[in-house]
């Protein structure tokens, strides 16, 4: 299993813009599809971005068109560029591997890491 750690979250302003990173430990970072999730007080994770092994991007409606994932192979990293902040996208972040399956995309590791928290307020 691939260990991940994210970084990058913080308070911002909405309208504001934020970069996350996930660092993956391992050689074989390549050969997985991969997602950031994220967690809001009291609600459900939700997916919010994934991309594939070739850099096909899938991307929750609330997001699209205001944040961006990427992928750097040889830094076994990926990143959520976040702009035009809102305060409904305040949650603590995280990135897991991913599977598709049936049209659906759901997490592959059961363990999570610690995540980032991104707080969008005035």
């Known amino acids: 299993q691939v260990q991940l750690v994210e970084s990058g979250g913080g308070l911002v302003q909405p309208g504001g813009s934020l970069r996350l990173s996930c660092a993956a430990s391992?050689?074989?970072?390549?050969?997985?599809?991969m997602g950031w999730f994220r967690q809001a007080s009291g609600k459900q994770r939700e997916l919010v971005a994934a991309?594939?092994?070739?850099?096909?991007?899938d991307y929750v409606d609330s997001v699209k068109g205001r944040f961006t994932i990427s992928r750097d192979n040889a830094k076994n990293t990926v990143y959520l560029e976040m702009n035009n902040l809102k305060p409904e996208d305040t949650a603590v972040y995280y990135c897991?591997?991913?599977?598709?399956?049936?049209?659906?995309?759901?997490?592959?590791?059961?363990?999570w890491g610690q995540g980032t928290l991104v707080t969008v307020s005035s």
């Open positions: 897991n591997a991913v599977r598709y399956r049936s049209g659906n995309i759901y997490p592959r590791f059961a363990s």
């Open positions: 391992g050689s074989i970072f390549s050969s997985y599809n």
């Open positions: 991309i594939s092994t070739g850099g096909s991007t």
